[in-house]
């Protein structure tokens, strides 16, 4: 079955870029998403990419793709205290479905 | 655009009661719907899929009919837990891909179901 891997946890300081690293094994992904989560809420889609793209930028948020080596991350430029969240990546591929990474906890202290 | 609402957001209920959740598609149109059931700091477990009209496609080791599924419109799948438990408890999030659209989907803001 697909795999979505991230890294726990996170913390920057306000101001500071923040990259969160998202790995997945699904060949076939056609899409791959970053969704956000705030405490007690649902998620909220930031953004998503084309397989074919290696980059999409929007804002703030930067996502890199590296097909070849299933790599995904999402770099936040100018990181505010507002940005402290969950931060699920996700990939749309064979199976049809979204298969969720684990989720990056993302701290930031003033 | 592209909002999708929960109803309730909060729930409490005895053991051995039935539990109904409401998730609408506000401002489009949604063919699918998803269920999701999301355990403390840990990712999200996809529960069933839901078509419009048709039944809904449940994942592996999702009880069909402890977890009942109705998406009657295009706008509105209800999901019923039946004779809930204290294993039950949980936050439940739906989700709604738009129809005829890309592969985005969008997710309501969850339901915190507590069986006591």
């Known amino acids: 079955g697909e795999d979505v891997e991230q890294s726990l946890f996170l913390s920057v300081r306000e101001g500071d870029s923040s990259v969160i690293n998202c790995t997945y094994t699904?060949?076939?992904?056609?899409?791959l998403y970053w969704y956000k989560q705030e405490p007690g809420a649902g998620l909220q889609l930031l953004t998503y990419?084309?397989?074919?793209?290696d980059m999409k930028q929007d804002q703030r948020l930067t996502v890199l793709l590296n097909k070849k080596d299933k790599h995904l991350s999402l770099r936040i430029a100018d990181t505010q205290t507002g940005d402290s969240a969950i931060y699920f990546c996700?990939?749309?591929?064979?199976?049809?479905?979204?298969?969720f990474g684990t989720g990056t906890r993302l701290l930031v202290s003033p | 655009g592209a909002v999708v609402s929960q109803h309730p957001s909060r729930v409490i209920c005895k053991s051995g009661t039935s539990v109904k959740i409401e998730c609408r598609s506000l401002?489009?149109?949604?063919?699918?719907m998803f269920w999701y059931r999301q355990f403390p700091k840990k990712s999200l477990m996809l529960m069933a899929t839901?078509?419009?009209?048709?039944?809904?496609?449940?994942e592996q080791g999702v009880e069909k009919d402890k977890f009942l599924i109705n998406h009657a419109s295009l706008t509105l799948s209800t999901l019923t837990v039946t004779s809930a438990h204290p294993e039950d408890s949980s936050f439940y999030i739906c989700?709604?891909?738009?129809?005829?659209?890309?592969?985005?989907?969008?997710f309501g803001p969850g339901t915190r179901l507590t069986v006591t």
């Open positions: 989700s709604a891909r738009r129809t005829g659209g890309t592969y985005e989907q969008y």
């Open positions: 699904d060949s076939s992904s056609t899409y």
């Open positions: 990419i084309f397989s074919n793209m």
């Open positions: 996700a990939e749309f591929g064979g199976f049809q479905k979204l298969v």
């Open positions: 401002d489009f149109q949604a063919t699918t």
């Open positions: 839901s078509n419009e009209g048709s039944k809904a496609t449940y």
